[in-house]
């Protein structure tokens, strides 16, 4: 008789499926989104060019256009370059053409829970590098970490928000004999990266995303800088027309604009800064330093959950870590306009006079 379990893969049978709170907030500040969508003259010449799209047509599966801009704003040469659907799927073509059974997925904890989950899926060893005190890497447990893993560095880290040091980073990547993948998700907000570092180290991978800085989270565009020798081999697992053309499209027009975007991020970094400070001098929280455009805080008391739940009561949606043990006392929001994150302040203000 047919059993469909006696189909289902062993790895697969032990996951459960990726799910984001299905809650209707009038505030959403849980994803780390960019709050701004895309301004009315940039939609315009997006039409503009959407009106000479082929809808019949299939992608450019290269995405050729869109390389070479990304190659002349970031110098970095075109065959170094692999674009897709965003850096989740790059993620997960990395593991399919480099993970193999005998080597190790290694990440710190906590990060992004993304390489773990995709690790697993392929049914990969796994190994979680605790952080140390105030988020910080220890680079020798990756070093000591046996020869060709595959370590993964979310730099900034999410969820943490810190940028780990260089030095510690520049040693994993020289001493550990392994892949490095470098996820600068969140670069905008730091200005701190290692991307040219490609051409030094044949082991190093670079990962961005256009869903935060470039506000296009919806479109699902991401790329990968790396030696020709690595992006090769993922050309091979890469699916044909993996990126499609309007996504194209509109990634190769925010990449024209990079002023504007340059002046949203900057006021990003001033919110970020602006509620820090707030939640620094809110009693019964401690915020933690951040480089990206989120802040994790920690709530005293075992009031964490208290507080997210009266949040979203209020209309404002952040982000819990109730089963990550290390912070599973700290939440987590991401930068909203000036106007929605005075809400933010003002609703956490009011939870909290009530809490004590
Ligand atoms: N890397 C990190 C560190 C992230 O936090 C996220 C999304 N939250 C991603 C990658 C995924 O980016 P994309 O939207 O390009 O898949």
Redesign the pocket.
């Known amino acids: 008789m047919f059993n469909l379990d006696n189909f289902i893969r062993r790895a697969v049978k032990k996951l459960v499926p990726y799910r984001v709170p299905n809650v209707n907030c009038v505030l959403k500040l849980d ?2 989104e960019n709050p701004y969508n895309l301004p009315e003259d940039i939609l315009l010449e997006v039409i503009k060019e959407i009106k000479e799209l082929k809808f019949n047509r299939y992608p450019d599966p290269m995405c050729s256009d869109l390389k070479k801009i990304i190659s002349s704003n970031y110098q970095i040469p075109e065959e170094w370059v692999i674009i897709g659907n ?4 790059l993620i997960l073509n990395l593991l399919l053409a480099f993970g193999r059974n005998e080597n190790k997925i290694l990440y710190p904890y906590p990060t ?1 829970e ?1 390489y773990g989950i995709i690790a697993k899926m392929l049914g990969l060893k796994t190994e979680e590098i605790p952080l140390e005190k105030n988020f910080k890497l220890n680079s020798q447990k990756f070093i000591d970490y046996e020869e060709d893993s595959i370590i993964f560095i ?1 730099y900034p880290n ?1 969820p943490t928000g810190n940028c780990f040091s260089q030095e510690a980073i520049y040693r994993i990547i020289e001493e550990s004999n392994s892949l490095v993948v470098i ?1 600068e ?2 670069f905008g907000f730091s200005d701190k990266t290692f991307l040219l570092d490609v051409q030094r180290y044949p082991n190093l991978i670079i ?1 961005r ?3 935060k800085m470039f506000s296009l ?1 919806s479109l ?3 790329f990968l800088c790396a030696n020709p020798g690595i992006i090769n081999v993922l050309l091979k697992v890469k699916l044909p027309y993996n990126v499609n053309s309007f996504s194209q499209i509109v990634s190769k027009v925010v990449l024209s604009k990079n002023s504007y975007f340059k002046k949203k991020t900057e006021e990003i970094i001033e919110e970020r800064e602006r509620i820090y400070c707030f939640l620094q001098n809110v009693e019964g929280i401690t915020a933690y330093p951040s480089e990206a455009n989120f802040i994790l805080f920690k709530v005293e008391n075992n009031q964490a959950d208290y507080v997210y739940e009266k949040l979203i009561k209020k209309g404002i949606l952040i982000r819990s870590f109730k089963n990550i043990s290390p912070i599973s006392d700290c939440l987590r929001i991401s930068m909203g306009t000036k106007e929605e994150n005075d809400i933010f302040q003002e609703k956490l203000s009011q939870i909290l006079s009530k809490a004590h």
């Open positions: 994803a780390m965003g850096s989740d799927e992004f993304v979310s999410n996820d998700a969140y990962s995303t256009f869903s989270a699902r565009v991401g």
